[in-house]
T-cell receptor, first 117, second 117 residues
């Protein structure tokens, strides 16, 4: 069974500081990994994804994440936080090709990012 | 290109009633997914439909059901509403690659907020 753990339900940073949101996963097959962002009273917006190939993936709004198989991690980073980055962030995993849990994204519990001026 | 749309935005029902939520996928997408985002429970996978068929189901009771229409839009029906069904219900869509394997990305709509009184 798949699972996702996001370390830290709340992260607070100053504007201009590094953003680091942690995500660890477990999966019985090579995973597909995603980060989504949710602004208040809105749906989920895809930030970035890892399927195969290059392990460092770049997404929208200056975010990037690195897939580390040995550490089963997919941490999200951004070099310099903006006030507009304040939102809730979700890490998710799904089976890659050949997996049996078709069509199912398993989400972490979410991390609320607060950005202070 | 229009994104995933959901209606209504808000829905208020009383315990024991039935609720019907609707979703229109992105043009060209054949798969529709439903997720429940309840306070304190996070994002939980409900159902996956593709080409009119239910392909996968999460750990929810049978009173949660749905269907997919020939135009790929979908309905989620919740019968015998309980107070704990109050949540944001998110719909997502994707298209299937050849061989029936889900492609890697699900695109989400803005959600329907269901309140059960």
């Amino acid at each position: 069974a798949q699972s996702v753990t996001q370390l830290g339900s709340h992260v607070s940073v100053s504007e201009g500081a590094l953003v680091l949101l942690r995500c660890n996963y477990s999966s019985s097959v090579p995973p597909y990994l995603f980060w989504y962002v949710q602004y208040p009273n809105q749906g989920l917006q895809l930030l970035l994804k890892y399927t195969t190939g290059a392990t460092l993936v770049k997404g929208i709004n200056g975010f990037e994440a690195e897939f580390k198989k040995s550490e089963t991690s997919f941490h999200l980073t951004k070099p310099s936080a903006h006030m507009s980055d304040a939102a809730e962030y979700f890490c998710a995993v799904s089976d890659g090709a050949g997996g049996t849990s078709y069509g199912k994204l398993t989400f972490g519990q979410g991390t609320i990012l607060t950005v202070h001026p | 290109e229009a994104g995933v749309t959901q209606s209504p935005t808000h829905l208020i029902k009383t315990r024991g009633q039935q609720a019907t939520l609707r979703c229109s996928p992105i043009s060209g997408h054949t798969s529709v997914y439903w997720y429940q985002q309840a306070l304190g429970l996070g994002l939980q996978f409900l159902l996956w439909y593709d080409e009119g068929e239910e392909r996968n189901r999460g750990n929810f009771p049978p009173r949660f059901s749905g269907r997919q229409f020939p135009n790929y839009s979908s309905e989620l029906n919740v019968n015998a509403l309980e107070l704990e069904d109050s949540a944001l219900y998110l719909c997502a869509s994707s298209f299937l690659a050849s061989g029936g394997i889900p492609t890697d990305t699900q695109y989400f709509g803005p959600g329907t907020r269901l309140t059960v009184l």
